[in-house]
């Protein structure tokens, strides 16, 4: 399973783009990059999934480099409810396969 | 899309008593589920991959005779948490994977344990 590296916590203002990157050095050919998002006292929700390039959909975009080592999370206009916990995965995602977490960013969105 | 339904979503119960926590897919067949805990402020934690039908693999350090899984069917899986200690005090969380390829995991909505 590849190993994830993401920042610990990371701070914004209402209204801005949010960045969020992922390394993963480790990632293999048929893994796929999958972002989730916890509140407190919730289970994880599915944010957004890709192999390659650029993917995007209602909430957010994923840039993924040609490598594939590393990826980042887009957050347009965040809001003072994006506050939560930001998830990188790594895996084959092929019904099944176990996911590790890693210790996920913290994102605090200010007013 | 999918929904991934968890029950009890809060319990309490007293030292040396069993607790059982229920995941259900309610709108798809979920060939794996996977049983994690999260303890305040910090990440999921896995602890068993279960499949319908067969036993379920633990990991490393998770005792299996303490927390007993049950997989029956391809829409239920159970948790049960046997002689339930303070320590045991957890959020516990289910996930559920269908037979596509690449599809997301998706979760339940967690079980708070409290045991006094």
């Known amino acids: 399973l590849a190993k994830t590296t993401q920042p610990i916590s990371m701070d914004s203002y209402e209204g801005q783009e949010v960045n969020i990157t992922c390394s993963h050095n480790n990632i293999a050919t048929n893994d796929y990059i999958t972002w989730y998002q916890q509140f407190p006292s919730q289970g994880p929700r599915f944010i957004i999934q890709g192999y390659k390039t650029k993917v995007t959909n209602e909430v957010a975009s994923l840039f993924i480099p040609a490598d594939r080592k590393s990826s980042t999370l887009s957050l347009p206009r965040v809001s003072l409810s994006d506050t939560a916990v930001y998830y990188c995965l790594v895996g084959p995602n092929t019904g099944g396969f176990k996911t590790i977490f890693g210790a996920g960013t913290r994102l605090f969105v200010k007013a | 899309g999918a929904v991934v339904s968890q029950h009890p979503s809060r319990v309490i119960c007293k030292s040396g008593t069993s607790v059982k926590i229920e995941c259900r897919s309610l709108?798809?067949?979920?060939?794996?589920m996977f049983w994690y805990r999260q303890f305040p402020k910090q990440s999921l934690m896995l602890m068993a991959t279960s499949n319908e039908g067969s036993k379920a693999t633990y990991e490393q350090g998770v005792e299996k005779d303490k927390f007993l899984i049950n997989h029956a069917s391809l829409t239920l899986s159970t948790l049960t948490v046997t002689s339930a200690h303070p320590e045991d005090s957890s959020f516990y969380i289910c996930s559920a994977s269908g037979e596509q390829a690449n599809s997301p995991l998706h979760f339940g909505n967690g079980t708070r344990l409290t045991v006094t």
């Open positions: 709108d798809f067949q979920a060939t794996t």
